[in-house]
């Protein structure tokens, strides 16, 4: 029995951590998708942005605490160099042009090596707290921290959305000439939603590298993105709510399913493809049957008209 | 003194010419009728107007040029349109529908969330009492809690007009407000719009319905073809022979 609780704790740890990330990292592109209305496909980018800034300002010589934020602001930054051009155009090329960026981003990530080092990827950045921190204890203490942070971004957004300002986010949502002819700068607006949302990104990708003390650019594969939206279709588009029990539901499937592998006789290969499937199997009976997604509201549904 | 003046304005779509060499001028504080049969260029005219088309030709707004402006900046000057098809936003309830609309809302400025609650609480209270005020005239206040998507299309005209209302404009455009609207509230909301006319509010109406226009207009304009054909008060329009002809040509 206690062996039992000795190998399931760490285990489930490590199920929340991951999912704590992806909650966050998905609740930046729900503040874009859900509230806003604006399809990037290439959110991944500003997990990278972070990561990346992260950890290369502390290993120049920064606290960490400010690399964080270099790395949050930056993310925020690049949103807006992203978003000046292309939140203009028409929803389909603004989805291509967004996932073009995070490959470009991915490529130069690779190929820049006197910069990230390329393909070898970073380690041996400092984590937080680590020197204080039993090492048996770290990712439990990594678990709190990140719940912590979890609950500030979650309550945050969930006071946005609810203000006036959510209630412009949800104008443009639905019809962007609605809010043109009352007078609110719809341009701006959904600049300061792809801003926000990129910074979120950012923060879950200096979470991300802390966790696994390890990153290189096929960490943030345009495979990434897609669990995002995986989980906010989950979850319930425009639910901040359904987007972290999406998260967990994803995180805990994904994992759950890399045991089954022994009593399937599948290659390892081959079960990777075969959880895409079944993912992919759940989504549409979702949508068939609950397509608001599990906390969305039916009558706020984007995709509907 | 005219608040809008329209000079010699185009819009073509491809050979079609929706409007043609348009000039027109509102004084402050009036009401204007916009007539003519379907496909005359009334609604293209409104959408040059507000912004949401490019045409060629200057128009004038409270002395700005206001051609080359996005609509929001047109809105911010004091002009507020409806549209012809109503524009609910039917995925947000009636009362959000109207607590979008007014300008200038702490809330809508994301530090100020932040920075000042209750600068923003307590404007959000007044938003919300005056959108209660708005929806009892239009007799729909039953409906605030609704989402806007469950109201029948009469009830979302109304929708749109008490949401312009939120804004106190110095200028509303009106696209067929009276279209699905039952006589009596129709009544009533002339009624208000000449109140609204009275303490200096102008008003441009799309109407197809001749008494009800003639009778809230101080001048009426006519468009036929692109063109206006006719302008002037109510009384010498429905004198004009070729007026009558185009409304009366299709009825026999
Ligand atoms: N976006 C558009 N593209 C092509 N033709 C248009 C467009 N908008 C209006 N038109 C044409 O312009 C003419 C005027 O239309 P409109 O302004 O809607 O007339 P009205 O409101 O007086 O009925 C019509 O012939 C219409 O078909
Ligand atoms: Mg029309």
Redesign the interface.
């Known amino acids: 029995m206690i062996e039992y609780v000795d190998t399931l704790l760490p285990y489930i740890t490590t199920i929340l951590l991951i999912s704590s990330i992806y909650a966050i990292f998905s609740l930046g592109l729900n503040l874009e998708w859900g509230f806003t209305g604006i399809i990037n496909f290439g959110h991944v980018a500003f997990l990278a942005i972070g990561a990346y800034t992260t950890v290369m300002f502390n290993m120049s010589g920064f606290p960490l605490f400010l690399s964080v934020i270099a790395g949050i602001v930056l993310s925020g930054f690049f949103g807006l160099l992203l978003g000046i051009p292309t939140l203009r155009l028409r929803e389909d090329y603004l989805a291509i042009v967004t996932i073009g960026f995070s490959e470009v981003l991915r490529f130069i990530l690779l190929n820049e090596q006197w910069l990230t080092r390329g393909p070898f990827g970073i380690h041996g950045f400092e984590r937080p707290l680590q020197d204080v921190i039993p090492y048996q204890h770290y990712n439990t203490f990594l678990l709190i921290l990140y719940l912590v942070i979890l609950a500030i971004i979650y309550l945050s957004l969930e006071r946005l959305v609810r203000s006036p300002w959510g209630r412009v986010l949800k104008s443009i949502r639905e019809d962007e000439a609605v809010p043109s002819a009352l007078g609110k700068n719809v341009f701006w607006y959904r600049l300061q939603s792809l801003m926000i949302g990129s910074a979120i990104a950012g923060l879950a990708g200096a979470m991300l590298a802390f966790y696994i003390s390890y990153i290189d650019p096929n960490t943030f594969k345009p495979i990434e993105t897609f669990h995002a939206w995986i989980i906010i279709i989950l979850g319930g588009t425009a639910s901040n709510k359904g987007t972290i029990v999406g998260a967990l539901v994803f995180c805990t499937f994904l994992s759950v399913t890399q045991f089954t592998n022994r009593f399937l006789p599948f290659t390892a290969h081959q079960m990777g493809a075969f959880r895409m499937i079944v993912i992919g199997l759940l989504l549409m009976l979702l949508m068939m049957y609950k397509p608001e997604g599990i906390f969305g509201k039916k009558e706020e549904l984007a995709l509907s008209d | 003194m005219d608040i809008l003046s329209v000079k010699d304005l185009k819009k073509h779509f491809g050979g079609v010419k929706a409007v043609d060499g348009c000039s027109i001028a509102i004084e402050t504080g009036t009401v204007m009728g916009l007539i003519g049969p379907n496909g005359a260029g009334k609604t293209t005219m409104f959408n040059l107007i ?1 912004g ?1 088309e490019r045409g060629v030709g200057e128009i004038m707004f409270k002395g700005i040029r206001t051609d080359k402006l ?4 047109i ?2 000057c004091g002009m ?2 409806t ?1 012809q098809i109503p ?1 609910a ?4 309830t009636v009362s ?1 529908n109207l ?3 007014p ?1 200038t ?6 530090w100020d ?1 932040w920075l000042r609650p209750r600068r ?1 609480r307590e404007q ?1 209270r007044q938003i919300r009492e005056k959108s209660r005020d708005i929806l009892e005239f239009f007799e729909i206040s039953h409906l605030g809690d609704e ?1 806007a ?1 469950a109201l029948s299309g009469g009830q979302k005209k109304l929708l749109e007009m008490a ?2 209302m939120m ?1 106190d404009p110095s200028m509303m455009l009106l696209d067929e407000p009276f279209a699905g609207v039952n006589p009596t509230l129709a009544r009533k909301i002339s009624r208000y719009i000449r109140e609204l006319r009275d303490d200096g509010m102008t008003f441009l109406v799309i109407e197809h319905d001749i008494p009800a226009i003639t009778k809230i207009s101080d001048r009426i304009v006519f468009m036929n073809e692109g063109k206006v054909m006719a302008e002037g008060e109510p009384a010498e329009i429905k004198r004009r022979r070729d007026v009558l002809e185009v409304y009366m040509g299709g009825e026999g």
């Not at chain 2, 996005?70 to 900046?73: A, C, D, Q």
């Not at chain 2, 936003?89 to 947000?92: D, E, P, S, V």
């Not at chain 2, 809302?105 to 994301?110: K, L, M, S, T, Y």
């Open positions: 507000s949401f996005s609509p929001f900046k809105a911010r507020v349109r549209f524009r936003l039917t995925k947000m959000e607590m979008l609309a300008k809302q702490a809330g809508e400025r994301i969330v923003v959000e989402y998507g949401r312009a804004i």
